[in-house]
Structures are given as structure tokens and as C-alpha cells.
């Protein structure tokens, strides 16, 4: 490909300028679209219905090559495009030159990513979904498990352990959504744009378009080999995704911990510590915590990456490579093994939670609302618990050690049931209100879940 240069690269230049260290990620990809590409030469007619079958066959040859084990990439090399260009003509002789006729490394490798990208939304959905499968198998089994909710980090009210997994679920909910979202709008053929401005060749790219399973081809070719506003997406809906991760992560990781004690690490998803003996460590969700900063930078990359080019296509843009393959590698495999980690790397100490639910003073709250159901402003009776609160701190008791005198001297609407309304089942399934933690609630949102799934 040296046409006009009379000198070779310099090796340190062309070790720097190479991506075939990267992109034979998209080698699938490219002969995707090289296929398509060879089909529409040979139905406009601008090469012969002999040349095109053997094109696509030499193609097929190169993907049987390649799944074998046999067409690796050199380090020589520069990139992936111009490999399988190579091998073609190694392949065919002259009528591999043709490929590259009415098309561009530009529109190609435009193509290339988008192809892979739609490629890897759906793996990522796929695997959103068996992760939000897995945490509704866990809300099945824990409806009637309550745990201390908290805000602050400070006890707040118990809940079911159901309505805190499921509030996971949404939030890989709203993820699928975003990949979607990101899908649609991706959904363009930037191939036929040539290297900035079309070419003059009679091609078709509605019919690339279409054998691409693209909906339509881009409007403008200066836009289309320059676009990769569609990787900033998915860099950024994977940038939440792992941000949902590494706040599940955080949670288990205080969980496991002595101070909370909710869940108990099994030998198959921990490690110990080369040192000290007794350790075992939650090195799963620290992981997927750790990685979430790498995902972030990825984003930030590419945003400035982007933010200063010129259109059109710019060398800057195969950079674009390395920072999404990465970032929907580390998302995929954080996606993956948090399924593995919360079906089988914890035991849930329901023993403990049950302690947990009774000592502190996470009750309040519901003394406060007995009062405000016989009509007491809430504020007022905010104040009598609060009150009693405190005198209950200083005897060194909790809400439900306090003797009936006790409750009546503090307001004279308390009797007998008052200890039936701030049991801690009680507590949660009085929450019946639309979206909260009361079990005939948790129960509706598990049936929708299910249902949300099943699409
Ligand atoms: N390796 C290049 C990339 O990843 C392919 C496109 C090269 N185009 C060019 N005009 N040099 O962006």
C-alpha cells in the first residue's frame, strides 16, 4: 500500500502507528462487512458474478482460518483490514485487489465498530439479564428475611431482604434500557461513505445497509467515518452499569465485614491473605470496585479523545479501540462473575439479621405513626418518641423493653398493642404503601419483575 512513497517506514514509526496489536478484535467484523461489501460490488455490477463468488469465498476461507487458529496476527503487520486484504490476494491473486474498490479504511473500520459494538450490547444485555435473574431468585427466597436498612449509613428502618435486591433489579433495569437506547441509535451503515465524501462509483449502500442489518445508511459521509459518539454511550451506560456494580460490591463488602456480619464468605469465591492466617477476604466485590475506575477513564478517554478533532476521519481515532474493547471486556466480566459471586460466593446469616432487626432503634418511627393514627399531629408525636427515645438511651433499653407505664407516662394514647405495632415484621409489612417494603408490595414487585424478564 506504499503508492506514493519511495521510502519505508521507520520500525519505531510504523510499531507506533500499527493497531494490529488491538484490532483483531474486529477481524469478524471486518469480514461482516467486507462480505456485505463484495455482495453489493457484484449486484451493481462494478465487478463480474464470478469475482464476487470468489470473493466471498476467499472471505469464508480467511473466517475458517482465523476460527481454526491458523490466521493469527503478526506484529508486522499494520492493521487488521489490510491483513485480510493481503491474505485475499495471497488467496485469489488479482481479483482479491478488488476488494477494496468504492471503499475506505474509514467507512470500513466506522463499520467494523459498529458492528462489533451492536454486537457486544447484546452479550451485555444478555448478561444484565441473568444477573437481574439471579437477584430475583434471591428476593424469592428472602421475602420474609428483614434486614436494617439504612441511610447515612446509620440504621433507618429494616426491610425485606426481597425489596433491597430488587432495588438492584431496577437498577439494571434502567441499564438495559440504556443499551437499547444506545442500539437505536447506532443503527446506521456508515459503509459507502468512502474515505470523507462518497466515491463515484455506482454502489448501493441501502442495499449494504440492509444486508448488514442496519436500518439505513448514514445521511452525511463526512459524519459517518468520523462518528463515535456512539462508543461515548456505551462507554457511558457501562460507566452506570459499573457504578451499580461497585455499589452492590461496596454493600457486600461491609456485609461480610465482622462490624456487620449479614453474610458470610464461602471458600469458592474468597481468598486468604499470604500473612495472616485467619483471613478471608471478599475479593470479588473489591474487584468489581476497583475496576469501575478503569471503565470511568475509559469515558473520560474518549470524550477527550473526540473533543478537539476536525472532520473528518483523524488518526486520534484508533484510539477509540483499545479504551471500548476494554471497557466492554472488564463490563462483561464484572457482569458475569457477580451472578457467580451472588449465587453461590456468600451465605446469607438469616440468624443475624434477626438479631440485627431487634437491637437498635429502627422501631421509632412506627411508635410515632401509632400516635399519628389516632390523630396526633406527627410532629407532636415525633417529639413524644424522641423523647422516649432518649430516655430509653439512657436507661440502656430499647423501644420494646419499655414497661406500658413508661410508653402511657410519655403520651396517654399508648396500650397493650403498641408492642405488636413495633415488632420488626410488623414494621415492614405495615409498609404496604405502593413501591415499599411491606410483603403484599414486595410480592407485586416480584411477580413484575418476573414479568419484566420474561421481555
Ligand atoms: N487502524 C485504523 C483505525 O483504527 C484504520 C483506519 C485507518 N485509516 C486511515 N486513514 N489511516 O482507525
Given at each position: 500500500?506504499?503508492?506514493?512513497f ?58 475458517q482460518?482465523?476460527r ?29 485487489k ?120 448514514s445521511?452525511?459521509s463526512l ?23 461497585s ?32 483471613k ?19 469515558l ?42 451472588l ?30 393514627r ?25 423501644l ?19 408492642y ?21 408490595q ?14
Amino acid at each position: 500500500m506504499r503508492g506514493r512513497f519511495e521510502e519505508p517506514l521507520d520500525p519505531v514509526v510504523a510499531r507506533f502507528n500499527s493497531s494490529i496489536g488491538f484490532d483483531w478484535e474486529l477481524l469478524p467484523y471486518d469480514l461482516i462487512g467486507s462480505r456485505a461489501h463484495v455482495r453489493m460490488l457484484g449486484q451493481v455490477g462494478i465487478i463480474s458474478p464470478s469475482e464476487m463468488a470468489q470473493l466471498v469465498a476467499g472471505l469464508d476461507q480467511i473466517e475458517q482460518a482465523w476460527r481454526t487458529g491458523e490466521f493469527q496476527p503478526d506484529p508486522a503487520w499494520e492493521d487488521v483490514h489490510s491483513a485480510v486484504e493481503t491474505r485475499l490476494t495471497v488467496l485469489l491473486g488479482d481479483v482479491g485487489k478488488k476488494l477494496h474498490t468504492a471503499r475506505s479504511r474509514n467507512d470500513q473500520v466506522a463499520t467494523d465498530l459498529r458492528l462489533y459494538t451492536r454486537d457486544h450490547i447484546q452479550r451485555l444485555l444478555n448478561l444484565l439479564q441473568q444477573l437481574q435473574a439471579v437477584l430475583v431468585t434471591l428476593a424469592e427466597a428472602h421475602q420474609t428475611t428483614l434486614i436494617p436498612a439504612y441511610t447515612h449509613l446509620q440504621r433507618a428502618q429494616p426491610v425485606s431482604l426481597a425489596h433491597h435486591w430488587l432495588a438492584y433489579f431496577e437498577m439494571f433495569d434502567r441499564d438495559r434500557t440504556r443499551l437499547v437506547d444506545c442500539n437505536r441509535r447506532l443503527d446506521v451503515s456508515p459503509l459507502g461513505s468512502g474515505a470523507l465524501a462518497g466515491t463515484t462509483l455506482p454502489i448501493d449502500r441501502a442495499y449494504t445497509a440492509e444486508l448488514l442489518g442496519f436500518a439505513r445508511p448514514s445521511a452525511n459521509s463526512l459524519d459517518a467515518v468520523s462518528d463515535r459518539d456512539y462508543v461515548v454511550e456505551l462507554l457511558s451506560a457501562l460507566s452506570l452499569i459499573l457504578t451499580h456494580l461497585s455499589r452492590l460490591s461496596e454493600e457486600l463488602i461491609l456485609w461480610s465485614s465482622q462490624e456487620f456480619g449479614f453474610i458470610s464468605l464461602t471458600d469458592s469465591c474468597a481468598t486468604g491473605s499470604s500473612l495472616m492466617p485467619q483471613k478471608k477476604n471478599p475479593d470479588v466485590p473489591e474487584l468489581i470496585r476497583g475496576k469501575t475506575g478503569r471503565v470511568f477513564g475509559h469515558l473520560l478517554g474518549m470524550l477527550t479523545t473526540l473533543k478537539g478533532l476536525p472532520l473528518a476521519y483523524n488518526k486520534d481515532l484508533q484510539e477509540d479501540k483499545e479504551a471500548l474493547f476494554d471497557a466492554v471486556r472488564t463490563s462483561e466480566d464484572c457482569l458475569r462473575v457477580m451472578a457467580v459471586f451472588l449465587e453461590k460466593g456468600m451465605v446469607i446469616r438469616t440468624e443475624r439479621l434477626a438479631q440485627a432487626v431487634t437491637e437498635d432503634y429502627s422501631n421509632a418511627t412506627d411508635a410515632a405513626d401509632y400516635l399519628v393514627r389516632q390523630g396526633i399531629p406527627f410532629r407532636e408525636a415525633y417529639q413524644v418518641i424522641g423523647a422516649l427515645v432518649r430516655t430509653a438511651l439512657a436507661d440502656g433499653k430499647l423501644l420494646q423493653d419499655l414497661t406500658l407505664t413508661e410508653w402511657q407516662a410519655a403520651h396517654p394514647g399508648f396500650s397493650e398493642d403498641i408492642y405488636a405495632a413495633i415488632q420488626p415484621a410488623q414494621v415492614v409489612n405495615a409498609r404496604n404503601s405502593y413501591g415499599g417494603t411491606g410483603l403484599a408490595q414486595v410480592r407485586q414487585a416480584l411477580l413484575a419483575a418476573r414479568a419484566r424478564l420474561a421481555l
